[in-house]
Every structure is written in C-alpha cells, then in structure tokens.
C-alpha cells in the first residue's frame, strides 16, 4: 500500500509563503510524476504544478512565477514554495504521484489533501 501524506498547509495573509510537502511511503520501486493539483469550494480540481523525475516541470497558467515546485527523489518527497500568495489561491491542496510499485506497475496515488487559506 502506498501513501502520500501532506504538510504545510495552513493560514496565512496575502503576499506572504507557505510550503507545502508531500512524502510518498510503503513499498516503492520508483515514482514518475508528481504533482500539486488544488480543489476551492464549488470548483473543479486544477493544477498547480508537476514535476518529472528528470526535473522538468510545468505550472498552471494562475502561478505566474508565484510557485515554485521541487522534489527529492532519494526521500520520496515533492515540495511546493508558494510566494506572494492570494486570497484566490484559498483551496485544499492535494498531491499526486505516479508510482511504480514492487511488481512494476504503475499506480496513481493521491494524498489526503492539506487546507491552503489565504486572508485579505
């Protein structure tokens, strides 16, 4: 079984930061894509950033340079910076990942979810 556990989350007023972390534990050959999509209240999930074992990564049209998404692949860990945030940044953060499992298949696996407000 694996697991995706987020934290960071929390209050903060706009313009200041916040990082959030995502680690992935259970048993893991390896983990292709992460990612940070985010829900608000009344709309669709959306992405925020995703990142490529490799390092690549691609960003929602609303960062803007705001974020800035990172990982650890010996820890199993996605990081997201969030700068300058906004009250419509207000939303529960969820991660996602690719993994690849002990039998080398791959599964889609996403966290619980970590609660972002943003206060004007």
């Known amino acids: 079984q694996v697991q995706l556990v987020e934290s960071g989350g929390g209050l903060v007023q706009a313009g200041g930061s916040l990082n959030l972390s995502c680690k992935a534990s259970?048993?893991?050959?390896?983990?292709?894509?992460m990612g940070w999509y985010r829900q608000a209240p009344g709309k669709q999930r959306e992405l925020v950033a995703q990142?490529?074992?490799?390092?690549?990564?691609r960003y929602g049209e609303f960062v803007k340079g705001r974020f800035t998404i990172s990982r650890d692949n010996a820890k199993n860990t996605v990081y997201l910076q969030m700068n300058s945030l906004k009250p419509e940044d207000t939303a529960v953060y969820f991660c996602?990942?690719?993994?690849?499992?002990?039998?080398?298949?791959?599964?889609?696996?996403w966290g619980q979810g970590t609660q972002v407000t943003v206060s004007s």
């Open positions: 996602n990942a690719g993994v690849v499992r002990s039998d080398f298949r791959q599964v889609e696996v």
């Open positions: 259970g048993i893991i050959f390896s983990i292709n894509t």
């Open positions: 990142i490529t074992r490799g390092g690549s990564a």
